[in-house]
């Protein structure tokens, strides 16, 4: 069965939730006690609102605030605490095997904002280690990490995946997941070069091991695409990390480069979105003239496409179907650099040939129209 | 063993935070995870910035002269635990001693309602980690299981 997906936006527990971990005073403690009541703990508290309560327990400690629910509370920080400490020592393993080899390195999402901006090993729970490294030295990477024993799933050497796919999960023996990206997003397919992120990328040392990690306009702008990109699972925790990003007294926000990548790759729909949401609700300190900025800017009509395609598909794609054929065409959009309908649609099936690795042209109009047909029909069942 | 006045954390084998009054200790080699209680925290805390548990120990019985034997024989019990387990070596340089007037202050508040320190250990990590820290913990929260208290 097919999951449903949820938005990224929280439902009203959450919503609570998130300001109990993040704000302090009055609208914290007002919060926190709408949402004790309107959730129990035992039975409530999806996997989203799961992965806040290192945070919670943080927030509530430093008011401080004692109730029957802290000790619980205290024990998923420890939790929590213990399983980042063991991802942290093992991530040093990695980046220490890949600068052997001479590979650049920059860690991505969880362990970069844990050292930056939550600057806490436990709040910020994580499941797996991502690292990012030059597209130029992806192969390379890939083919030092099976050499030294990690296994992915998928063929990845060749280069329709290279250029269309924006990491892949590799797995060792120990059952430690790493996602190995070459690209941040995958709104960087066609558009990134060496440089772009890695140029104002700042240093961080993660188990001893120097690397470098996004900058911090980078780092906000990464984490409110791929958060607002809708999941299975509430992906609420983009709203904490995004809060304590623009929020930290640390770190300096170059809020002229966040736009100029969000145009860049265009995904000023999700930058507007998400800052709205933060402004609107969290009343995070977005400086007026960027964020008015931002809110005039016209997204294309092909950036709508996606936009709007994502929201429906979110990463979960059943084949064969006819949104499968509308998320491959959103996939085509990200990457053309063709203009005007008929070149776009010419261009469409000369990706598909890419895509299916030579098959011709007559095929795929084939198997594609097949599919829309059956779906047509299907749908007029259900209708009927 | 033999007592040393210039011990420092094992890092990065061993690595450690205080909260709320309690420090949370993971040796990264072996996968052993440790909770040391008020007592025990303060006199961490104490060795981690000056590298000198006697100085604690001189601290706390000049608070406490009435308990004075205990509190050296428990400290000095205590901080052979934490070298035998490995969270504590000996450093080979000298520690340079930053401030340490508050941490002063909460060893001679502990030394006035003196209470052992202990060293609560946990060795199997895997199985910790599939605890469920909602469901299957006691009343003091992870990592302390319904059924180990059941057993007890």
Redesign the interface.
């Known amino acids: 069965m097919k999951p449903s997906l949820r938005s990224p936006f929280p439902t009203n527990e959450q919503e609570l939730l998130l300001k109990a971990c993040l704000l302090s005073g009055e609208l914290m403690q007002t919060s926190y006690n709408f949402w004790k009541s309107l959730v129990n703990i035992e039975t409530d508290v999806e996997h989203g609102s799961f992965r806040q309560l290192p945070l919670l327990y943080l927030n509530l400690n430093r008011h401080p605030i004692n109730d029957e629910l802290m000790p619980r509370l205290k024990g998923m920080y420890r939790k929590s605490w213990s399983n980042n400490q063991i991802l942290f020592f093992k991530m040093g393993q990695v980046l220490r095997l890949l600068h052997q080899k001479g590979i650049r390195t920059m860690v991505l999402k969880g362990v970069a904002l844990s050292l930056l901006a939550y600057k806490n090993f436990a709040v910020r729970p994580m499941a797996d280690m991502d690292i990012m490294v030059p597209v130029s030295q992806a192969n390379l990477t890939i083919d030092w990490l099976k050499q030294n024993g990690w296994k992915s799933s998928v063929e990845t050497n060749d280069e329709y995946y290279l250029n269309h796919s924006k990491s892949v999960t590799l797995i060792n023996d120990e059952n430690t997941e790493l996602d190995l990206h070459w690209y941040p997003l995958d709104e960087c397919f066609g558009i990134m070069h060496d440089e772009m992120f890695w140029d104002k990328a700042v240093t961080m040392t993660v188990s001893g091991e120097n690397t470098l990690a996004l900058c911090p306009a980078d780092e906000l702008l990464l984490t409110i695409v791929h958060g607002l990109m809708p999941n299975v699972e509430p992906p609420i925790r983009w709203i904490a990390d995004s809060y304590i990003l623009i929020t930290s007294k640390d770190l300096k926000i170059d809020w002229e480069r966040l736009v100029e990548y969000a145009k860049k790759l265009s995904v000023i729909i999700q930058v507007k979105e998400g800052l709205k949401y933060l402004k609107v609700n969290f009343s995070a300190p977005i400086p007026e003239d960027i964020y008015n900025r931002i809110q005039l800017i016209k997204p294309s009509l092909a950036d709508r496409i996606l936009y709007n395609q994502g929201k429906r598909r979110g990463v979960y794609v059943y084949h064969p179907s006819f949104e499968k054929i509308l998320s491959v065409y959103a996939d085509y959009l990200k990457n053309t650099t063709h203009k005007g309908m008929v070149s776009q649609h010419i261009g469409f099936l000369k990706f598909m040939r890419q895509r299916t690795k030579g098959k011709n042209y007559f095929r795929i109009l084939v198997y594609y129209l097949s599919v829309l047909l059956k779906s047509n029909r299907k749908q007029n069942k259900t209708g009927a | 063993m033999e007592l040393h006045n210039r011990l420092k954390v094992n890092t990065?084998n061993v690595?450690h935070?205080t909260?709320?009054g309690e420090t949370?200790l993971?040796d990264?080699n072996t996968?052993n995870?440790y909770?040391l209680d008020g007592t025990g925290a303060v006199i961490w805390e104490f060795i981690d910035k000056t590298g000198n548990y006697e100085k604690a120990i001189e601290i706390m019985t000049a608070a406490n002269s009435a308990e004075s034997d205990i509190i050296d024989s428990t400290v000095k019990q205590f901080t052979e635990e934490l070298l035998t387990e490995k969270l504590m070596v000996i450093a080979e340089n000298e520690i340079t001693s930053p401030d340490v007037t508050e941490l002063e202050k909460k060893l001679k508040e502990i030394a006035l309602n003196f209470k052992a320190p202990a060293v609560c250990k946990y060795t199997d990590?895997q199985d910790?980690?599939l605890?469920d820290?909602?469901?299957e913990?006691d009343?003091?929260?992870?990592?302390?299981s319904r059924e180990t208290q059941a057993n007890e």
Not at chain 2, 139 to 144: N, T
Request: zero cysteines; charged letters at 20%; proline letters at 12%.
């Open positions: 990065p690595v935070e909260i709320d949370i993971l990264l996968g995870y909770s990590m910790l980690l605890l820290p909602i469901h913990v009343e003091k929260g992870w990592p302390e």
